[in-house]
């Protein structure tokens, strides 16, 4: 519930969280939901960079980052209590995204509303991690 009431259900992840029940089924659809925004945002930032060679190196970096926190989006630490520690490993890759950017002074409006939307869905799959986790 807390889900629904945080994060509003136009958003693809509320929809899709409408079709699980359970705690682990919440979580485990809201992280395929979260690897799937991930894959898309990387490809998005991979597409940027081919229409804007100034800032190439910086966007090839951020599709990286993104392909990344794909393989932190996952329940495997539950039983070991790191569950909800590995997914914020993801955030921390689009925080490193978003620090290239600011530093290689590349202000693309579309990336920033990217990175926002992802963060959006990133935080649906964290606190359905955390809510499993206690």
């Given at each position: 519930?807390y889900l629904?009431l ?6 693809e ?6 079709k ?9 659809r ?5 690897r ?6 990387s490809?998005f930032?991979?597409?940027?960079a081919?229409?804007?060679p ?5 966007l ?12 932190f ?6 039983e ?7 997914v914020?490993?993801?955030?921390d ?17 579309s990336?920033t509303?990217r ?6 869905v ?6 359905a991690?955390i809510?499993?986790?206690?």
């Open positions: 519930m629904f945080n994060f509003p259900s136009q958003t992840a509320g929809v899709e969280l409408v699980a029940s359970g705690k682990k089924a919440i979580a485990e809201a992280l395929a939901v979260a799937k925004e991930s894959v898309a945002t490809g930032f991979a597409g940027l081919r229409r804007n100034a800032s190439k190196a910086v090839e970096k951020c599709a990286a980052d993104f392909k990344e926190a794909v393989q989006l996952n329940l495997k630490g539950l070991g209590g790191t569950a909800s520690l590995d914020h490993y993801a955030l890759d689009a925080e490193s995204c978003e620090s290239a950017l600011s530093s290689g002074h590349v202000h693309i409006q990336a509303a990175i926002q939307k992802w963060k959006t990133y935080s649906a799959a964290e606190a991690v809510a499993l986790e206690n």
